[in-house]
């Protein structure tokens, strides 16, 4: 039997910190080598995707953004697709917290699989209660 590994989200800001070496880059480095060691297991929504590609195009143009998304996908990390019941928590949690939609997904995604949110988002803050969270040194 083996045993659980700690399960971790990156929000788009986990992605940024990362990309643009900003102060906490070495917490999410050091969670992405672990997830490659198998220790810990990574966990990144569609939603970052697209929230990478669309700032990414609009601070660095085409060939940025394609790059980042090329490394965001080549790292060890999972990509959790739309599904039914993380849209239901999504939802809940935009109607209950002044959330984006991209950050009610997260959240709801990190509810539904028991992960640690990995954040530099002061937004995220209303869900403390009902999400673990990891917070990256604020901006």
Request: glycine share 6%; net charge negative.
């Amino acid at each position: 039997m083996s045993e659980a590994v700690d399960i971790y989200l990156f929000d788009t800001s986990a992605w940024l910190t990362l990309i643009e070496d900003e102060q906490g880059a070495d917490t999410v480095q050091n969670l992405l080598v672990q997830a490659g060691q198998g220790t810990v297991l990574v966990l990144t929504s569609f939603k970052s995707f697209m929230e990478v590609y669309y700032i990414s195009l609009q601070e660095g143009g085409e060939a940025v953004a394609q790059e980042r998304l090329r490394l965001m996908s080549i790292l060890p990390v999972t990509r959790v697709e739309s599904n039914d019941q993380s849209g239901l928590l999504a939802a809940e949690f935009k109607a209950q917290h002044r959330l984006s939609v991209a950050d009610a997904w997260i959240a709801g995604l990190a509810q539904e699989r028991g992960a640690i949110l990995v954040h530099k988002d002061p937004e995220f803050e209303q869900v403390e209660s009902g999400v673990k969270v990891l917070k990256l040194p604020y901006k």
